[in-house]
């Protein structure tokens, strides 16, 4: 029998976070398991899930901001009219939270979720809304939707709120090809929702080991600290990240947990990427932008409140302040900063009072100021120790009041303990986007598209426990 012709479908989900005990990995987990069961093999993905992450510093948005893209490949019968996909989306959505709100008893008062559909090939009219999303603002008003639906974007009326940003950012993200990486999720069983979790650390830092070519961030050694487990209320139980995905789906057999697995999924990401850190010159800046900028520090570092370290740096626009937070590395490497230093540094801004400041979240000392010690001369009538009086006004004599102007000095090159390697904060406080230093020489340029079942890329293990 003859292969049904497929057509292909990408549905978007953002900001399905603010549920307490939900978050849009776990719903995008549950939405593909239910497809997997009314299709049977009739269908196949694209691609793993996509888990985008988007601009950091928005402030409307929860830490992660990430949003999700399902890459679908179906019969095209199924999907003759997108509305009834729709349809079938916005039930098990409603399903989800219903199961939610009846059993978790949590809020929905503040979320904005968005759920839209597109067909291949996306519009190329759309190409700039990721990187957009990712480094900017988008805003949403009429224009915007009047354009997505012009473009054959299919949005959801029950949940058409702001997240029809992310999600649609999410789906366009397939036109930027460019670095990714992989994270498998696992999920706990319902019983143990706001438990504490229950991990073996010596099994993590054997994945570790066993993986230390293809995954990241596992555990950090310096702070004995196992760095795959949230700490929130959330679904999840742990997640590992690497380079491939049968890489992350080894954390399966050598991981061990003393508490149920309820099911499990691997996404394709632009997590550690920092896809986010785009060269601007800072004329450019605003409030809420992500950046990469170079220039000459012009300020000695300050210590401000809460102990950040302000300082200023220019380039051949304009100049703006770095601001640099603890904990450790970066606020030490801040705090060596000399007037002179030329630096790569990246971020986001902020606003402090009606001051535009770029949070740092990495440097790197480009090319360090050379700081010189003289010593004072000695006059030339009497011998004694001369003593500068000020700019311009010269070396004075206490003993017998003679004035030299341009005395010969005698100076040394101050060694200065600068770092001039690249710093990062440590493994725990490094935001989603943020490349680690082990992902350097890592890259990957571009992905492949091949189909794949469903099954290779989620699966459920305890439905009774998972939903
Ligand atoms: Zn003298």
């Not at 090809?177 to 054997?206: A, H, P, Q």
Request: hydrophobic share 40%; net charge positive.
């Amino acid at each position: 029998m003859q292969a049904p012709e497929l057509c292909y479908v990408n549905i978007g989900l953002d900001d399905f976070d603010a549920l307490r005990y939900g978050c849009t990995t776990h719903l995008a987990t549950y939405i593909l398991n239910e497809l997997l069961k009314s299709f049977g093999n009739n269908i196949l993905l694209l691609d793993y899930p996509n888990l985008v992450r988007l601009n950091p510093s928005i402030p409307w948005k929860t830490r992660g901001n990430g949003a999700i893209a399902i890459r679908l490949g179906v019969p095209c019968e199924y999907i003759s009219d997108l509305q009834i996909l729709m349809q079938m989306l916005e039930d098990l959505v409603e399903r989800y939270i219903d199961i939610f709100l009846n059993e978790f008893d949590v809020r929905t008062s503040d979320f904005e979720p968005g759920l839209v559909i597109a067909r291949h090939p996306l519009p190329t009219d759309l190409v700039w809304l990721y990187k957009k999303a990712l480094t900017d603002i988008v805003v949403l008003d009429q224009n915007f939707v009047s354009k997505l639906v012009r473009w054959g974007f299919t949005i959801s009326q029950r949940y058409g709120k702001r997240g029809i940003i992310g999600a649609t950012a999410a789906i366009m993200w397939m036109y930027r090809d460019c670095d990714y990486t992989f994270e498998l999720l696992t999920y706990r069983s319902k019983k143990m929702y706001g438990k504490r979790r229950c991990i073996d650390e010596e099994s993590v830092k054997v994945f570790d080991s066993l993986t230390k070519e293809e995954s990241f961030n596992n555990y950090d050694y310096k702070e004995r600290r196992v760095l795959i487990i949230p700490r929130g209320p959330d679904p999840i139980l742990y997640g590992v990240r690497g380079e491939s995905p049968d890489g992350v789906k080894k954390a399966l057999n050598i991981i061990r947990v003393c508490e149920p697995v309820a099911a499990w999924t691997v996404f394709r990401s632009n997590q550690a990427t920092d896809d986010h850190a785009v060269y601007r010159v800072v004329r450019e800046l605003n409030p809420y932008k992500t950046c990469r900028i170079r220039g000459i520090i012009t300020s000695k570092p300050v210590i401000v409140r809460g102990g950040t370290i302000i300082v200023k740096i220019f380039d051949s626009t304009s100049d703006i302040l770095l601001a640099f937070f603890k904990p450790a590395q970066l606020f030490n490497i801040a705090s060596s900063l000399e007037i002179g230093d030329y630096v790569e540094v990246q971020g986001h801004v902020k606003l402090w009072n009606n001051l535009q400041v770029v949070h740092v979240e990495k440097i790197v000392v480009l090319n360090a100021s050379r700081a010189y010690k003289c010593k004072a001369p000695k006059c030339p009538r009497c011998g004694n120790k001369m003593v500068k009086k000020g700019f311009g006004k010269g070396y004075k004599c206490e003993s017998c009041n003679t004035v030299v102007f341009n005395p010969v000095l005698e100076c040394m090159k101050v060694i200065r303990n600068v770092n001039i390697a690249l710093s990062l904060p440590p493994p725990h406080s490094q935001k989603h986007l943020v490349k680690p230093i082990e992902r350097y020489g890592r890259e990957k340029y571009a992905y492949k598209y091949e189909m794949l079942p469903v099954v290779n890329a989620t699966k459920v293990l305890e439905p009774l426990e998972f939903l």
